[in-house]
């Protein structure tokens, strides 16, 4: 390695103090000498190196492989930039160097100093280059090193020699392409540019015929497909991107593969050539299509292609078709995007259009990816993945193909809205419909998921007509609801057999009713103006209400269809609907609630009502026999909380509308409405310590106790402030007589069993 390096090193600086020299004018020799005694130096190198080719093969082979670079050099530096040699002569001579450089490396089997040779070859032009050079020179110099390549490849499977031509050869003239091409250089271009394709195209060819074990031999996937993608983008480059020139040259090139691979296609050891080729030739095939074609009809042609190679992949047991085939549906896609991007649908039909024909036809081509890959792939790994990925691409493409319509033929929101309802509904039922018929387990799972999915996206659409005060349950957006209440029936019927699926679309069904029932009910009350804004609460509230009762006394009605689950999805449905009536709940708790047009009256009003219903529904859920018991353990403290904040709230609610305190942040620094809060606490401890003094329940007289203390607090801190008026006296006066009655009733905690209290105690 050292000498290899060094060599290259020692050729760069060489090359580079020579020009230097040259350009300060310190030889004063004629050039034609000069480069005469380099070449008679090189030569003398090459001369030494093979008689040393046996003691130091290494030594050897290295300065073999760094004279010849120099010998290429001197003599593209003759011809080129100085003109001391024709070009007949010039490239006579490297004819000739590069056969000797072939020859030596094949003699010797030295891949390393046909690495070297090549790379000072490559290199001699672009150091020898003073940007103004002749193109056709240069290329036909690449084309004589390629050649070279291509004899030696003949004789030797020496792959990092044909890679490093490749790369060489389309790299520079790609950054020629970029600097220097004009339009009018096409003509003497172009013929190089076919002369590499076809040069590199024979020679994986002749590396897997000269391989040591060509049935094993591996394919160079570099140029293989390296060479036609290279070559495709700079012909189009040359073409300036012209579609129908290009599209016949990727013809002419399917044409070339096809008759190459038909050429072999009795040689059992290059089957995977040939089948490569073949790939190719339809993949150059399938390129000329958007080409001469429209991107709409193109996106149709992968669609079926695609749908076509893989029917015809597992027909015939092949991998590549199958993929080739996964591959078009995705180029479908972008085809499709392209005309999307690009056409206008001032005069198109709704529905009979290209667009829309195109989207589903790239449904129909995924689709019918998807049902090869469950009949005939394999059950796990990448076939798994890509039966799972095509279904999600045809699942995309419906979706983009209804909705594009609704975008773009679809001017009344209500009307648009009906059908986004509707088409997420249908989505979710042929989604559950496929799910019974598909054979892979992951496949069927993966179908049985999308259904509650498209359930829950329903609901964010049927929330989002609520949020642009669209009423959902009328007109067109009604219809939508109509279908949604068909088919999510049907969904869920379909895919019974998957048992979290089902219980997850049954949830998100009932709560999908639940959130467009309640947006309904609240859009209603806008146009409803003299009702007050507690029976809006009430009413908004209602399906919570209507759903929590059924989870509790109907759960059949909650499980239907599903019965089997019956259990299951009361508990989930029931969780939700315990969500719900908590935040309920919340809301009636800040809520003024005035109750026009009747008169407000405490406890009797629609909000006050709507807390006491959500209490009643609490307690009889925390005590339902499917609650744990450790829950069910602490229902009488639960129920005492709620009870003391929605007592809370009813007192501040009676002192706004009957004693004319404001219904904001004053609230608290109202007199009466400390007083109120200070009479009710207490009142509410006096009875549960009485009561639990008189029943021996322990906890319910430590509550009272504790809600004493509470009231006690209050007072010491907050209406001691108050002192100066009634209200404020009077809230330490009714503490102050509340707790004599409580002295004289129940003045010490129950024993821990149910029985009477000592006497000693009540004379104490």
């Not at 996937?221 to 990727?250: E, Y």
């Not at 024909?357 to 449904?363: D, E, F, K, M, N």
């Not at 773009?408 to 496929?434: H, K, M, N, S």
């Not at 353990?633 to 005492?640: D, G, H, S």
């Amino acid at each position: 390695m050292p000498v290899k390096v060094g060599m290259l090193v020692l050729f760069a600086g060489v090359a580079a103090f020579l020009k230097y020299a040259s350009d300060q004018g310190l030889f004063h020799m004629p050039m034609s000498v000069r480069l005469s005694l380099v070449a008679l130096v090189a030569i003398a190198g090459v001369g030494f190196g093979w008689m040393q080719r046996d003691k130091r093969r290494a030594f050897a082979l290295s300065l073999q492989g760094g004279a010849l670079g120099v010998l290429v050099m001197t003599v593209f530096a003759a011809y080129r930039l100085y003109g001391l040699l024709p070009a007949t002569a010039t490239f006579a001579l490297l004819i000739v160097f590069v056969a000797g450089l072939g020859v030596l490396a094949v003699l010797q089997d030295a891949l390393a100093l046909a690495v070297l040779g090549l790379i000072a070859g490559f290199a001699a032009p672009i150091i020898a280059s003073t940007g103004q050079g002749n193109h056709v020179a240069l290329f036909s110099y690449y084309a004589v090193l390629n050649l070279g390549i291509l004899g030696i490849a003949w004789k030797k499977a020496w792959r990092v020699l044909n890679v490093l031509g490749f790369i060489a050869t389309f790299g520079v003239g790609t950054a020629w392409g970029v600097l220097s091409y004009r339009p009018a250089l096409f003509a003497s271009t172009e013929p190089f540019l076919i002369l590499h394709f076809l040069l590199y195209l024979a020679v994986p060819w002749l590396h897997v015929l000269r391989s040591p074990k060509r049935d094993r031999a591996i394919l160079d996937g570099c140029l293989m497909f390296g060479n036609p993608i290279a070559s495709l983008l700079l012909q189009g480059a040359l073409l300036d991107w012209a579609p129908m020139p290009l599209a016949i040259w990727a013809l002419v090139a399917a044409a070339i593969y096809v008759a190459i691979a038909f050429a072999i296609r009795k040689r059992d050891d290059m089957g995977l050539l040939r089948d490569t080729w073949a790939v190719l030739a339809v993949a150059f095939a399938t390129i000329a299509v958007p080409l001469a074609l429209s991107a709409s009809v193109t996106a149709s042609v992968f669609a079926l292609e695609g749908a076509g190679l893989i029917w015809l992949g597992f027909r015939q047991a092949r991998r590549l078709p199958r993929w080739a085939g996964v591959f078009l549906q995705l180029a479908a896609g972008v085809a499709w995007a392209i005309a999307a991007l690009f056409t206008h649908h001032a005069n198109d039909l709704p529905i009979l259009n290209a667009a829309f024909i195109g989207s589903l036809l790239l449904v129909v081509g995924a689709g019918v990816g998807v049902w090869q890959f469950d009949r005939h792939g394999m059950s796990r790994g990448v076939s798994g993945l890509a039966r799972v990925g095509l279904l999600i691409w045809a699942v995309i493409w419906w979706l983009v193909s209804f909705i594009n319509e609704i975008d773009t033929f679809v001017i009344d929101r209500p009307l648009a809205f009906g059908y986004w309802l509707a088409l997420l509904a249908v989505t979710a039922c042929l989604l559950a419909e496929a799910c019974k018929r598909v054979r892979k387990l992951d496949l069927g799972v993966v179908l049985a998921f999308g259904a509650p999915l498209f359930l829950f996206a329903g609901m964010v659409v049927g929330l989002s007509v609520a949020n642009e005060s669209i009423q959902p349950l009328a007109g067109w957006p009604l219809a939508g609801v109509l279908v949604m209440l068909v088919t999510g029936w049907f969904t869920l019927r379909a895919i019974a057999a998957h048992r979290v699926a089902s219980i997850l679309a049954a949830t998100i069904g009932w709560v999908r009713w639940l959130a467009i029932g309640t947006a309904a009910i609240v859009l209603a009350f806008d146009y409803v103006k003299t009702m007050g804004q507690g029976w809006e609460v009430l009413a908004a509230a209602m399906p919570t209400l209507l759903l929590a009762a059924l989870v509790l006394w109907r759960p059949r009605i909650i499980a239907a269809p599903l019965g089997v689950y019956a259990e299951a999805i009361r508990n989930a449905v029931g969780a939700c609907a315990a969500l719900a009536l908590f935040f309920a709940g919340v809301i009636a708790l800040g809520t003024a609630g005035a109750s026009n047009p009747l008169v407000f009256i405490p406890v009797l009003n629609p909000v006050d009502l709507l807390l006491i219903a959500v209490l009643l529904l609490t307690a009889r859920g925390i005590s339902d026999a499917s609650m744990p018991a450790s829950v069910r353990r602490v229902r009488p403290a639960v129920l005492a909380v709620m009870f003391f904040i929605i007592a809370t709230s009813m007192t501040l609610r009676s002192v706004h509308h009957l004693g004319g305190v404001p219904w904001d942040n004053a609230m608290p620094g109202s007199s009466l409405a400390e007083l109120s809060l200070t009479v009710v606490w207490s009142i509410i401890g006096v009875v549960a310590w009485v009561l639990g003094s008189k029943r021996g329940q322990r906890l319910l007289w430590i509550a009272g106790a504790a809600t004493m203390a509470l009231v006690l607090a209050k007072l010491l801190l907050v209406d001691r402030g108050h002192l100066g008026n009634l209200f404020g006296i009077a809230s330490f006066i009714a503490y102050g007589l509340l707790c004599t009655v409580i002295g004289y009733l129940a003045p010490a905690p129950p024993r821990q069993s149910a029985e009477s209290p000592p006497e000693s105690s009540h004379a104490s």
